[in-house]
């Protein structure tokens, strides 16, 4: 009905109220002669009237037109526009009286005296039941995204009557620090803390945040910015002062503050309806699945209309999160969803897997990717990522799944760390079992550093500056590609529907960023200064501390120069050197060798020898901590 009511055309819905109040004329003039004569009221009586009420009406209709009554949108109806009725009421009122007296019509001359105020009231009080009823729909829509207003001033207040004719956003609550505003109800929202808050986004009755407080203090609103942005929910910041001016409503301008503000680029739209058609009606596993990128893939596989999602992961805590998190979305959208415990290197484990749930596609997120940790544990580190995606392509080559999607790294690009050399050589496992694949197209996806993702910079930095500092930093040249968590499993998932066979993707991210900016803008952002030479009064010191073994000042994308277009213009296919299969097994069974006789520098040797751009380190324990 919500919806229905505010598709009509700006015409109609004037058209409806001058039909309206046409009939308030009538209504009121019946009630008025009622008043009048009491309970003597006698059918002649309303008959004798029925010509001025008809005049009346008649000329009601210029009138109401001339006063633009009929053209006050209900939801912006407030004590000025009462005025017209008012003007309208007395000019009616005047009418009748003189219509009365010039066509000596029958009654008493006090019936328009007790009509004027009689109309008015009706109108006042249709016009605010109008209101009234929009707003209880509009509560009900589902289909808007449910808002919290934090700050329950003038802004706030302000912001919720532009919100209240906003058909994107529905306001559920205000948001305060005063305790004093606490249960209270202010312009129809009740106010609730911030415990309250983080209760609702918990349970998705508040998506988005709007930041309502004053601009006085740039650092307070950082602040306020930050500390919302770990709720798990969209924050967006009202706009400045110029920009509210020449904006139609606030909400124009309102703007979100994510994480994405840090890339230092637009994000790139890799929503294409391949994605969709790719994934719909199928079931797809999801190895990692409790994992930075892997939650994000099972989120949006979600979104994708698949017949059966199974998520796979090593770690019963991760698992658990990534359930609580999607069951109840995936059971309203009738996708079965299979939570299973297990590593990528156990091969029953994934045969299990992979033959009960009927798989159709893979995508192979599961890794252990943290450079500096698999730098001083190489030998477990290779193995889970070289071996456990071999085991899992073997899997899916074995059971005739359709597609087999890796998840790689920039960093696999002539490799300076273990982590790194590590993804290469998965890399050249999974693009040999391509060579002999009849049915299953594998492919690999390799893209930069993940903004927000456990174990990169901006939770480190967050968490540095929270602590008052100072931020770490490697090198103060040192450069990176980033990608926002969204953008990552969009990549996936459009690789799986672009995937010809032992293709490699990257996607264009622009230019690297430098890490030392990164930072400096981080500590902005949380409304403090930086300190150094220049600003010795600053509130947060950029240390840098030397670069770890194994990190690069620059990473890459592309081994060599040779790329070929997809039908996405950000989204390229490389191409580049493989392995024999001769080779790849020869890599395989050395690393079994290596791995039993628990040898790092056998391990290291083999990333040396088959590895392009790999140089072997001879980093002691204490170097590498």
């Known amino acids: 009905m919500y919806n229905y009511l505010i598709a009509l055309s700006r015409p109609a819905k004037q058209r409806i109220l001058l039909l309206i109040d046409c009939l308030l004329v009538v209504l009121s003039m019946l009630v008025a002669l009622s008043l009048r004569f009491g309970r003597d009221v006698s059918v002649e009586q309303y008959q004798a009237a029925l010509p001025l009420i008809a005049i009346v009406t008649l000329i009601a209709v210029p009138l109401f037109a001339t006063l633009r009554i009929n053209r006050i949108k209900l939801s912006d109806f407030e004590v000025q526009d009462i005025t017209r009725g008012a003007v309208a009421a007395v000019s009616l009122t005047i009418i009748a009286m003189v219509l009365g007296n010039v066509l000596t019509l029958q009654g008493p001359s006090s019936v328009p005296l007790i009509f004027g105020p009689i109309f008015l009231m009706v109108h006042i009080m249709a016009r605010l039941m109008a209101r009234a009823c929009l707003l209880y729909l509009s509560g009900r829509d589902n289909s808007r995204i449910p808002v919290a207003i ?16 906003n058909y994107d956003m529905r306001p559920v609550i205000f948001i305060d620090d005063n305790p004093t505003l606490h249960n209270m109800t202010v312009s129809g ?19 988005r945040v709007i930041l309502a407080i004053s601009s ?29 001016i020449n904006a139609k409503t606030i909400t124009d301008t309102l703007r979100p503050v994510t994480a994405d503000m840090l890339l230092g680029r637009d994000k790139v739209n890799l929503e294409t309806p391949e994605v969709v058609r790719s994934y719909a009606g199928r079931t797809v596993l999801v190895t990692g699945a409790g994992g930075s990128v892997g939650s994000e893939l099972c989120r949006q596989i979600l979104g994708c209309n698949p017949h059966r999602l199974v998520m796979f992961d090593h770690s019963e805590f991760a698992l658990y999160n ?15 969803l299979i939570t299973s415990l297990g590593s990528v290197c156990d091969r029953s484990a994934v045969d299990r897997v992979i033959k009960e749930s009927d798989v159709d596609i893979i995508l192979h997120a599961a890794a252990y990717k943290h450079v500096p940790l698999v730098e001083r544990n190489e030998i477990v580190g290779v193995w889970n990522n070289v071996v456990g995606t071999q085991v899992v392509a073997d899997a899916a080559q074995a059971a005739g799944v359709e597609r087999f999607i890796l998840v790689s790294t920039d960093k696999a690009v002539r490799p300076t760390n273990v982590m790194g050399a590590s993804k290469r050589l998965a890399e050249l496992v999974v693009q040999d079992l391509q060579t002999r694949s009849e049915k299953t197209r594998f492919s690999m996806v390799r893209f930069g550093n993940v903004l927000g993702s456990s174990g990169s910079v901006i939770p480190l930095f967050h968490k540095q500056i929270m602590a008052g500092g100072p931020v770490t930093l490697t090198h103060n040249k040192i450069n990176r590609y980033f990608m926002t968590i969204s953008e990552a499993a969009r990549l996936v998932l459009l690789a799986g529907a672009y995937s010809k066979g032992g293709d490699v993707f990257v996607l264009d991210m622009g230019k690297a960023v430098n890490i030392i900016d990164l930072a ?18 600053g509130d947060i010191e950029i240390k840098i501390v030397g670069l770890r073994p194994g990190e ?73 901590q």
Do not use: W
């Open 520 to 537: 400096r803008r981080m500590i902005e952002l949380s409304g403090l200064k930086v300190r150094n030479e220049h600003n010795p009064d």
């Open 552 to 624: 690069k000042l620059f990473e890459e994308l592309l081994i060599g120069d040779n790329t070929l277009p997809t039908p996405h213009r950000k989204i390229l296919r490389a191409q580049e050197s493989k392995l024999s299969q001769i080779e790849i097994a020869r890599i395989l069974k050395d690393l079994d060798i290596a791995t039993k006789a628990n040898s790092s520098s056998a391990v290291r040797k083999i990333l040396e020898d088959y590895v392009e751009g790999y140089h072997l380190q001879h980093n002691t324990l204490e170097q590498v």
């Open 189 to 207: 929202l009740p106010v609730a803390s911030r415990q309250k808050l983080k209760t609702m986004v918990e349970r998705k009755k508040v998506e």
């Open 322 to 336: 990534i359930d609580n998190d999607l069951r109840a979305h995936a059971d309203a959208q009738g996708v079965e």
């Open 216 to 244: 006085e203090s740039d650092e307070i609103r950082r602040q306020y910015i930050e500390e919302l942005s770990t709720l798990g929910c969209e924050v967006y910041t009202l706009p400045s002062f110029n920009e509210l």
């Open 150 to 165: 934090f700050g329950a001033g003038t802004i706030g207040v302000q912001l919720l009557a532009s919100l209240r004719r």
